[in-house]
T-cell receptor
């Protein structure tokens, strides 16, 4: 089984500031890792994913994340945020050999203020 | 590619009534997932299908819940004798077995049980 912990439930930042949303996971098997974004009253949209290879992955809208196996982390970063980045962000994990369900964290609400 | 669609988008029902939701996946996707998301939480896996076969069910899926995908295309999720605790957003996602990992989400059906 897998579990995901998102360490911050809310992150307020000012526009054009950098941001990091933290995610740690637990799993007894190797995993795939994902970040999804959810805008109000909408479904989830994939930001980026780590399957294998380079531990630094780049996604849409200028976001990137780094997989750290030793620390079991997959933190999401953006060097300069915009008002339009205000949304809920979810980290998710899927075991490579343990079925195809996604296990999500509880989410981090990113609020970008002018 | 029209994306994953769900119907209805909102449903208000009285406790004890039955409700049924529909999900239409992306046409070439053979895997279809149902998740439930309560306020302030991440999505929780309920069940998934590969083609018409239901391959996995969460223990969250009580006897009052049933899901079908009769022809391997659209799916329905039925909740019998609804309870107030069933109030949530019900999300559908689809993917192809060869697309490692990522799932494409629909906009969700928000259920309110009064």
């Amino acid at each position: 089984a897998q579990s995901v912990t998102q360490l911050d439930s809310q992150v307020p930042v000012f526009e054009e500031a950098p941001v990091e949303l933290r995610c740690n996971y637990s799993s007894s098997v190797s995993v795939y890792l994902f970040w999804y974004v959810q805008y109000p009253n909408q479904g989830l949209q994939l930001l980026l994913k780590y399957l294998s290879g380079s531990t630094l992955v780049k996604g849409i809208n200028g976001f990137e994340a780094e997989f750290n196996k030793s620390q079991t982390s997959f933190h999401l970063r953006k060097p300069s945020v915009h008002i339009s980045d205000t949304a809920e962000y979810f980290c998710a994990v899927r075991g490579k050999t343990s079925g195809s369900r996604l296990t999500f964290g509880e989410g981090t609400q990113l609020t970008v203020n002018p | 590619d029209t994306g994953v669609s769900q119907d209805p988008r909102h449903k208000i029902t009285k406790r004890g009534q039955n409700v049924t939701f529909r999900c239409d996946p992306i046409s070439e996707h053979n895997r279809l997932y149902w998740y439930r998301q309560t306020l302030g939480q991440g999505p929780e896996f309920l069940t998934y299908f590969q083609n018409e076969a239901q391959l996995e069910k969460s223990r969250l899926l009580s006897d009052r819940f049933s899901a079908e995908r009769p022809k391997g295309s659209f799916s329905t999720l039925e909740i019998q004798r609804t309870e107030q605790g069933d109030s949530a957003m019900y999300l559908c996602a689809s993917t192809h077995a060869e697309l490692v990992g990522e799932q494409y989400f629909g906009p969700g059906t928000r259920l309110t049980v009064t």
